[in-house]
């Protein structure tokens, strides 16, 4: 019933701006691969905090230098907290995943990158089998695990994401709250029982190794 109701504009990551379900934010997806857990966090001093900061500069001042979309807001948000790491949201993946610092806790820390699956058709076949297509970074973490994350490659730009993934299917709180917004464009295409908000699509964390 929502979906005749909300209109919004998705781009970036994906290659036309298509209708949104609602107020929109973002893509995410690529092949799978078996993902090693850490169990305990790895030391980072001043990684996170670096890395926010660079993400928050990047919400309100261009990124020369990278492209517009959701790996090149992460690549310019890395390079200038002293990390540079190139590459697409696939291969940022797999270069973490080689690390060992993926991760599936519902609670991340500040600065962890985050991946998503499945935010929009890449190869155009009507199914939803588009891994790793989208990327984003941790902000921070409100006591009822809504994550605030900041990302590019949207018809908004360079903004930011909430997404809880203690209630992955719920749009709104009982009072009213955000708390997992549209990350993926609504087409009378999609098949069945396709996912839309963020909570539904998220894939892993990945913190970044001192």
């Not at 996170?48 to 928050?56: C, F, H, L």
């Not at 902000?139 to 993934?165: C, W």
Request: a neutral charge.
């Amino acid at each position: 019933m929502w979906r005749a109701s909300l209109l919004a504009l998705l781009a970036g990551c994906a290659p036309k701006v298509p209708p949104v379900p609602g107020p929109l934010d973002a893509l995410g997806r690529r092949p799978p691969a078996a993902v090693r857990i850490v169990e305990r966090r790895p030391e980072r001093p001043d990684n996170g905090d670096r890395i926010v900061e660079a993400a928050e500069h990047y919400l309100h001042h261009p990124t020369r230098g990278f492209r517009e979309d959701c790996s090149g807001f992460v690549m310019a948000v890395l390079d200038r907290a002293g990390m540079p790491l190139s590459g697409n949201t696939a291969s940022i993946y797999a270069w973490a995943e080689q690390r060992g610092v993926i991760h599936h806790r519902k609670h991340p820390e500040p600065g962890d990158l985050v991946f998503f699956d499945d935010t929009y058709d890449r190869n155009h076949n009507g199914r939803t089998d588009d891994p790793l297509s989208h990327i984003a970074v941790v902000l921070e973490v409100a006591p009822d695990g809504t994550i605030l994350m900041a990302h590019n490659g949207t018809s908004k730009g360079r903004t930011t994401l909430r997404m809880n993934l203690e209630m992955p299917h719920t749009r709104t709180a009982t009072d009213g709250r955000v708390v997992n917004d549209w990350l993926r464009a609504l087409r009378e295409s999609d098949p069945k029982g396709t996912d839309y908000l963020a909570g539904e699509l998220w894939k892993a964390f990945a913190t970044m190794p001192p």
